[in-house]
């Protein structure tokens, strides 16, 4: 949006834990990564296929 402060008003899943994924209806989840949140779709966003290295790639196991 451009105006200063406003940025929360455009996250799309970041404290939505629980909620269905705007774009397939998933629920939200959330981790806890150097001690801040980070919410994600974990069918949006699935795990590295096998093989993968890049660091941080794989989904974290679902907490609940």
């Known amino acids: 949006s451009g105006l200063r402060g406003n940025f929360q008003h455009e996250f799309r899943v970041y404290g939505r834990t629980?909620?269905?994924c705007g774009a397939c209806a998933a629920?939200?989840?959330?981790?806890?990564v150097a001690g801040r949140?980070?919410?994600y779709?974990?069918?949006?966003?699935?795990?590295?296929p096998p093989g993968a290295s890049a660091p941080g790639y794989a989904r974290p196991p679902l907490r609940g």
């Open 37 to 39: 949140s980070s919410h």
């Open 27 to 32: 629920v939200i989840a959330v981790v806890r």
């Open 18 to 20: 629980g909620d269905p």
């Open 41 to 48: 779709c974990p069918a949006c966003q699935p795990a590295a």
